[in-house]
């Protein structure tokens, strides 16, 4: 085996020059400090609202009845045209607030006090220092229990750790609120008796550097992520109350509700399932099985790691209920829409606060195979159906939730569980995806042939006209045009015209003026398209409407924005090959070329088509990659 001794020597060099840079009394701490922490802000959080979240759960924990989420401003400077810079951001509330030992010990990772406890929001002791770095600096905050006389500061500020050696917060100090806190709370007449302020210092990370767009973005997600304990507390973003948003909207209240008899959401599924966590006594694999009876639990059992039940809602949206709209959301149909594009898939809830929305299902081959269920493909009919999870803290393992419960990662027995009987949610899911589907799909639009030409026909016109052609019938088929002409020509004798010369005048008139036309024919049995001479030597292209060309194809065109454009540039390639069939004179190549039409592309267009529609009946727009759905859930099964 070949190596490069250069390469090697290089990067034992490189490290050398690292080892060198360490102090001479250094004790090798499980963690330095400076690069510890700089990767540690760079992680886990996605934006602002979910780093925002952790310090509304501390609140919530703490009992606080009020929390509001505020911003200082920077001041305008010369030359500077937005005053709207977010320069701190601010967390009030009026929980139990804290000890001076306490406030120090929560800003340091790991200080939890819920750590043992099952019941609550916080378990892991991250949330306070996680989340601040992860948006700021320096991270100040401020305290009060009922009975204390004076409010504590304790401060993290990330730009004194050293770069090696141990850390430790200081030590916690007597402060008044910043003065931007004290005239909020002033201006929205409250009080500091007990409770904490959590203050981000010139926050650096912020999704959001406006205030007014921080705010929507917190408003947003706080009503969606606390929709069910707004009862219970009261929540603010720069002064205006966070309201409930249920992306299943069944909740009386929350926005966007409409009741069921008026058109509302509707609950399709509702089950409790009773689970049990447990190590397995032969393999020690930990599963997730359903509990028929509470007589199969045994409470002695040491291998029974959690007990604990999952609660599932599916909910379907009738048509009309939730509506797209490109640009600007116009109705609360429209709204609902917004919601529903951001929480498409399954909603976790844990201890009634969402964790998160995982549109990918397990749906690939190998999960099949093991047995993990057979779910939808979640494409553009899936907004328009919701499922939710509901479970609490005892089941964390079953569904990974991690130390800034931002994700949900089942073990793959909770969708063996759901895939299975009596409940087969997943076979549920794909039936609601195709009633969607057929309720959706609206009748095909009727088209006719118009009196004055069309966009398309003008186009083939003129483009004769460039060319200097005149168009002519090949002999074979001049004298067809002829007879048809003179049998239209007598017909308008008497009603348009005085006689048969007259008419076949204008007739002619006509077709130099419309030398193309399409029109539209029914024949379930008949080619795609037919191309026919008229009288006055039109070339006509006959779209049948009962073949898949035009509901899978043409039709849909119309239901586009911009459409007609598009409609029109294939009735010009419709014209062309009608053209092209018509003018050929020599009757053996004219059948060759019949054939081709009816018996060669009209059979292949029809089966080619009848599959497209059957497999593909999502909305362009919103369609996701069938690549990206087929990532596998499964780790034991066969490949």
Do not use: C
Not at 49 to 62: H, L
Not at 88 to 99: K, P, Y
Not at 141 to 165: C, F, P
Not at 218 to 241: A, H, N
């Amino acid at each position: 085996m070949s190596f490069d001794a250069e390469a090697l020597d290089a990067e034992v060099a490189r490290q050398e020059k690292y080892l060198a840079q360490l102090p001479g009394n250094f004790d090798f701490p499980l963690f330095n400090s400076k690069h510890a922490i700089e990767s540690q802000r760079r992680s886990g959080y996605r934006n602002t609202s979910s780093a925002a979240r952790e310090i509304v759960d501390n609140a919530i924990e703490a009992k606080a009845s009020q929390i509001d989420v505020f911003f200082d401003q920077a001041k305008r400077g010369k030359g500077k045209k937005d005053g709207e810079a977010v320069s701190s951001v601010a967390f009030f509330d009026n929980g139990s607030g804290m000890s001076p030992k306490m406030v120090r010990y929560a800003l340091s990772w790991g200080a939890g006090t819920h750590f043992d406890e099952l019941g609550t929001i916080g378990k892991f002791g991250f949330g306070l220092p996680n989340a601040s770095i992860n948006q700021t600096r320096r991270v100040e905050v401020y305290t009060k229990r009922r009975h204390d006389d004076v409010i504590t500061k304790a401060w993290l500020d990330i730009n004194n750790v050293q770069s090696h050696g141990l850390t430790h917060i200081e030590e916690p100090v007597t402060a008044e609120l910043p003065d931007f806190v004290q005239r909020y709370l002033k201006d929205n007449k409250l009080t500091f008796e007990h409770g904490t302020v959590v203050v981000w210092v010139t926050p650096d990370r912020l999704s959001y550097r406006k205030a007014s767009t921080l705010k929507e973005h917190l408003l947003d997600d706080f009503g969606v992520v606390y929709r069910y304990m707004l009862g219970d507390v009261t929540l603010k973003v720069g002064g205006k109350q966070v309201e409930p948003v249920d992306p299943l909207f069944l909740t009386p209240g929350a926005r966007y509700y409409l009741p069921k008899d008026k058109g509302g959401a509707i609950e399709v599924y509702s089950q409790m399932i009773p689970v049990r966590y447990y190590q397995d006594e032969e393999t020690g694999g930990l599963h997730l099985a359903y509990v028929e009876k509470a007589s199969e639990l045994d409470p002695e059992n040491e291998r029974t790691l959690a007990v604990g039940a999952i609660e599932v809602r599916i909910v379907r949206f009738p048509p009309g209920f939730s509506v797209h709209k490109k640009g600007k959301a116009e109705s609360d149909a429209n709204r609902r829409f917004e919601i529903r594009k951001a929480r498409r898939g399954m909603s976790f809830v844990r201890h009634d606060r969402e964790i998160e929305t995982v549109d990918v299902f397990p749906r690939s081959m190998r999960d099949v195979s093991a047995g993990l269920g057979d779910w939808p493909l979640l494409q553009g009919y899936a907004y328009h159906w919701g499922i939710e999870v509901k479970f609490n803290p005892q089941l964390d393992e079953v569904f990974g939730i991690a130390n800034d419960k931002q994700t949900v990662r089942p073990i793959e027995d909770f969708w063996r569980l759901l895939a299975s009987e009596p409940f087969e949610i997943d076979a549920l899911l794909k039936a609601e995806n195709n009633w969607q589907s057929k309720q959706r799909r609206a009748a095909d639009p009727v088209v006719e042939t118009t009196e004055e030409p069309s966009p398309a026909e003008n186009a083939a016109a003129l483009a004769d006209r460039i060319e200097g052609e005149i168009n002519e019938p090949p002999k074979k088929d001049k004298e067809k045009v002829e007879k048809a002409t003179e049998e239209e020509a007598n017909k308008r004798v008497g009603v348009t015209a005085g006689t048969v010369e007259e008419a076949k005048q204008a007739i002619k008139k006509q077709g130099q003026r419309r030398g193309y036309k399409i029109e539209y024919f029914d024949d379930s049995h008949g080619a795609f398209f037919e191309p026919e001479w008229q009288p006055g030597n039109v070339v006509v292209a006959k779209v049948n409407r009962q073949h898949p060309f035009y509901s899978a194809f043409y039709a849909p065109l119309l239901k586009l924005e911009g459409g007609s454009r598009a409609r029109y540039a294939l009735d010009i390639v419709l014209l062309a090959l009608a053209k092209g069939e018509l003018r050929i004179d020599d009757p053996v190549t004219k059948l060759w070329n019949e054939n081709l039409r009816k018996k060669q592309w009209t059979p292949f267009l029809s089966n080619a088509l009848k599959v497209f529609e059957q497999t593909t009946h999502a909305d362009d727009s919103h369609e996701e990659s069938q690549g990206d759905q087929e990532q596998s859930f499964a780790t034991d099964a066969p490949a």
